[in-house]
Structure formats: structure tokens, C-alpha cells
């Protein structure tokens, strides 16, 4: 009997070995034969991804024409393959400060979980509050060089909505994406996104679970000061140059 039981510990363990090579080349094989067209969706953090992504997958469940390809948070521009098409959000910067810095806090809960890096947990020892690292931004002394540490330690204040377009300047005129949707004004824009790949017409709906979109609500959060938001506008300079640039780009092509 020992030996039956030993056997069937074995092939437990191939079959769960199996499933990890097997599982992953299966899903990539999947994706090759898949002839849809493709269109990836460069996925800046904090920028309504975790809805765009629901969106997506109704998509990819009702079309037999397009697929939208969700990419991680580690994919720029510069990654994607030269001819394919790709979209992406973009946000804010003051808003998206604090959208990050929260969830972050949060440790990404109710949605998700995942524990501090020691930098992170060194950040929220020192700053409570996003206003209270935004206020403490270039100063002289301790408190600044505390900021400055922090904003780079937290994962989503850290990282520039510019970087996912890094060595890639030109992309509004050089290689332009099929659509640019703003957080602020998401559903009007994924409306406009679904017609311009022929999917208006698909029972596609937004989230509006909180959980499932990863949206919160900052009740009982200290306001940004206007200093805070005065050193947010200095620090995240470049960014507000992109959200311009492309919500003029936005009104070029209504306009036209």
C-alpha cells in the first residue's frame, strides 16, 4: 500500500511539474495561432488599467476580429513590435500622485495584496500622508532629502507616465497609437476607443465595482495644499508636457 501511495505522490509532482512548462507554452501557442488582429495596450500605472483590462477582456470574449493584448507594467513603447497597434491612458499627474501613493499603502488591497519593499515601508514610516510628502518636496535639510527618497521608493510615485515612452519622442507624429484615453473622462473615451476597432456595437460594459476596477474614494484624506500641489507640478514637469500634448493630439483628431 505504501508503494501505491508513493507512486501517487510521484506523479502528483510530475503532473503539477507538467502543468508549469506545459501551461505557459500552450498559452503562448494559443496566442500565435490566434489570427486576430492585435492591439496592445501599454499599461502606465495608476492610469485606469485594472478597467481598461475588464474592458479588454470583453472584448477578446465577443470579437472574432481584434484582440487586446494587456501589457505589464514593465512593457514601453519601445518593446512592442514595430507594426502593431497599441493604446494607452494617461492621467493627471497630481491625481495619479495620489492614487499611487494610497494604494501603495494599502499594500494594492481590496483588489490585490502584495507587501512593502523596505523602502516602501521606510516611505510610509516617515509620511503618513501624500500631502505630507508633497509639502516636504525640495526642501532644504532632512525633510527634502526624506521626499526625495520616498517618492522614488513608493512604486507608483516613482515611476514617470513619460518613461513608457522612453527613446521614443516623436511617437504622436512617428508612430502614433489608435487611441489615448484619459482618465478623467475614461468612459467617453473608451466608447470613442471601441468604435475606432469596430466594437461599438458588442455588449461591452465599464466596471463600476470599485473592487473590480481598483477605484477608491479618498474620504477623510487631508486635501493637497497648494504647496504640495505647487512642488507635484515641479517634480512631475515632464508628465504634465506628455497629458498636454496628448490631450492636444486628442482634440486634433475629434477636431478632424
Not at 512617428?174 to 458588442?202: H, K, Y
Not at 486635501?223 to 500641489?229: I, P, Q, T
Amino acid at each position: 500500500m505504501a508503494d501505491v501511495h508513493g507512486g501517487r505522490s510521484a506523479l502528483a509532482f510530475i503532473w503539477r511539474d507538467a502543468k508549469r512548462v506545459v501551461g505557459p507554452a500552450a498559452r503562448q501557442l494559443r496566442q500565435a495561432l490566434d489570427r486576430r488582429r492585435k492591439i496592445h495596450f501599454l499599461h502606465i500605472g495608476k492610469n485606469a488599467g485594472s478597467q481598461v483590462g475588464l474592458v479588454a477582456a470583453q472584448v477578446n470574449q465577443h470579437s472574432d476580429r481584434v484582440r487586446i493584448v494587456v501589457q505589464g507594467h514593465g512593457v514601453r513603447l519601445l518593446d512592442l513590435p514595430p507594426s502593431h497597434d497599441y493604446f494607452f491612458s494617461i492621467r493627471d499627474p497630481i491625481g495619479r500622485f495620489v492614487s499611487g501613493f494610497y494604494s501603495r499603502k494599502r499594500k494594492g488591497q481590496p483588489r490585490i495584496y502584495v507587501e512593502w519593499t523596505e523602502d516602501e515601508a521606510a516611505a510610509f514610516a516617515r509620511f503618513d500622508h501624500a500631502n505630507d510628502l508633497a509639502e516636504a518636496l525640495f526642501q532644504p535639510g532632512p525633510d527634502g532629502q526624506a521626499a526625495f527618497a520616498a517618492i522614488k521608493s513608493i512604486f507608483h510615485t516613482a515611476m514617470d507616465q513619460v518613461s513608457w515612452f522612453e527613446r521614443r519622442g516623436q511617437f504622436l507624429e512617428v508612430r502614433p497609437p489608435i487611441a489615448i484615453l484619459r482618465q478623467e473622462s475614461l468612459t467617453r473615451d473608451l466608447t470613442a476607443f471601441l468604435d475606432v476597432i469596430g466594437c461599438a456595437d458588442m455588449p461591452i460594459e465599464v466596471s463600476r465595482d470599485p473592487v473590480s476596477a481598483h477605484s477608491n474614494t479618498y474620504e477623510g484624506i487631508p486635501r493637497l495644499s497648494d504647496r504640495a500641489k505647487d512642488n507635484l507640478r515641479r517634480w512631475y514637469a515632464q508628465d504634465y508636457e506628455l497629458y498636454a500634448r496628448c490631450c492636444e493630439w486628442i482634440e486634433m483628431r475629434q477636431g478632424g
